[in-house]
């Protein structure tokens, strides 16, 4: 048996929500691995900055201002990395976003919203890329999904509820487009992102407790202590993006430190 290594020389790839946080760590490792990028965010500054990282390590990259919850921007997406790189071999929906509310406060606009960018979004954008995709020998899609798409907390129902979304439809795409398309998930737990740093400040508001137990207590159900960083999540991200998860697809893979194993 011979092996490569996890190497993603020329492979093409778009990933959305890479303006920071863990977008921006697999964007990066992608790029570390030799993949050009494709690199997507509502953000645009953002994600004109990361792709200026990705070029500083000598890949091909670009950059789109994109909301991953309209259709026209992720037909966009689909075309300019058409344009730019010739094809998609790996598309990475990982945009996301978080929110905490009682379920008696949760108003529709919000749930609408979560949806709206959690689960339609990584369905415009699979959509949007098939096309292209699928005139390929082979391709494969990851999508950012959560450990709370596989079990509830409270505050964020309707973000589990949409994780969970995402995790289903993982599995019919992967079933639905085999064996051409290999389809994935990842599963993250908590992690030292912004969006974390947000929900320890909303939770804290909620709950009338200090910041610092609030962030004990994610601590305290994590069998090995830390918080996730972006680096943990990308390197699960590379070895699905290449030919050593070959044999793969369907899965929600947990990145929990322990917290999620099922």
């Known amino acids: 048996m011979t092996t490569k290594g996890m190497n993603l020389t020329d492979k093409k790839a778009i990933i959305t929500g890479a303006g920071r946080g863990i977008g921006r760590g697999i964007a990066l490792a992608l790029a570390e691995h030799g993949a050009d990028v494709l690199v997507c965010d509502i953000m645009g500054e953002n994600a004109e900055k990361v792709a200026a990282e990705i070029k500083a390590l000598g890949r091909k990259s670009a950059w789109l201002k994109i909301d991953v919850a309209n259709e026209e921007d992720n037909q966009k997406m689909a075309d300019t990395a058409v344009d730019v790189f010739g094809r998609i071999d790996l598309l990475f929906n990982n945009a996301g976003i978080v929110s905490m509310s009682r379920i008696q406060d949760l ?156």
């Open 107 to 262: 108003t529709v606009k919000e749930w609408d919203r979560m949806f709206d960018v959690n689960a339609k979004g990584v369905f415009l954008g699979t959509r949007a890329c098939l096309p292209q995709m699928l005139k390929q020998e082979s391709a494969k899609i990851i999508n950012t999904a959560s450990q709370a798409g596989k079990m509830a907390w409270p505050l964020i129902g309707h973000y589990c509820a949409s994780k969970a979304a995402v995790i289903l439809f993982t599995k019919a795409c992967a079933m639905e487009l085999a064996p051409k398309i290999l389809v994935n998930a990842l599963c993250p737990g908590t992690a030292d992102t912004d969006m974390v740093r947000s929900e320890l400040v909303w939770a804290s508001e909620i709950y009338g407790q200090s910041q610092e137990t609030v962030r004990k207590g994610y601590l305290d159900v994590i069998p090995l202590q830390r918080f996730a960083v972006p680096d943990d999540i990308a390197k699960v991200a590379v070895f699905l993006a290449s030919d050593y998860s070959n044999f793969m697809t369907g899965q929600a893979i947990n990145i929990s430190g322990g917290q999620t194993m099922f």
